[in-house]
């Protein structure tokens, strides 16, 4: 005769290792469901996960267990671009861990600074507007500050999270082609 305290005990150990060893696999599978009844994280967006190391990357698809990834290099300084790689991120990460989820736009900055002598401030700013305007971007606001010997220009715009790396070296130079000579650029914040 079989002692049932004993089976009960076996099945109970056989469920517990199942569960441990299938726990990931269940809350990826909650998560991708949950997903897509949210919509949050879909395809088309862009995504930083906040772990070590940051994993960030366009949403190529939002699976039952997994959501691929197109990686995208991390830079916060300059907008980033796709590397090429694909990266599988388990859906329980994208649910237990901090997320940056992008919008549509993003607010950036371009920054140059004039040495004296200093053009009608009029100009100046309207330079940087038409810069910023002519490179298909929605100026924000453009300001102007002194810094020690020199007058910052700083111009804050709207921009497309997939815009190439270079745009606000094109802003800076269709700013310097406007500007003149005398003036010294620099992309720091």
Do not use: C, W
Not at 51 to 78: A, F, Q, Y
Not at 125 to 146: R, T
């Amino acid at each position: 005769m079989v002692d049932t305290p004993l089976i009960v005990a076996i099945v109970s150990a056989l469920a517990l290792g199942f569960a441990l060893v299938l726990k990931d696999y269940i809350a990826s599978l909650i998560a991708g469901i949950v997903f897509r009844f949210v919509g949050h994280i879909k395809r088309g967006r862009r995504v930083k996960i906040l772990t070590v190391p940051t994993i960030k990357g366009d949403v190529l698809n939002v699976g039952l267990i997994r959501t691929s990834l197109m990686e995208v290099g991390d830079g916060e300084r300059l907008p980033s671009v796709q590397t090429g790689r694909i990266v599988k991120v388990p859906n329980f990460m994208l649910l237990n861990n901090p997320v940056l989820i992008y919008g549509d736009t993003i607010i950036d900055e371009v920054i140059a600074y004039t040495s004296r002598p200093y053009s009608d401030l009029t100009s100046v700013i309207s330079h940087m507007k038409d810069a910023i305007a002519s490179q298909g971007h929605k100026v924000i606001e453009v300001g102007l500050y002194q810094k020690e010997d020199q007058l910052v220009v700083h111009g804050i715009f709207e921009s497309n999270p997939k815009d190439p790396t270079d745009v606000r070296s094109n802003i800076l130079r269709e700013f310097l082609d406007k500007q003149g000579k005398g003036t010294r650029v620099s992309g720091e914040r």
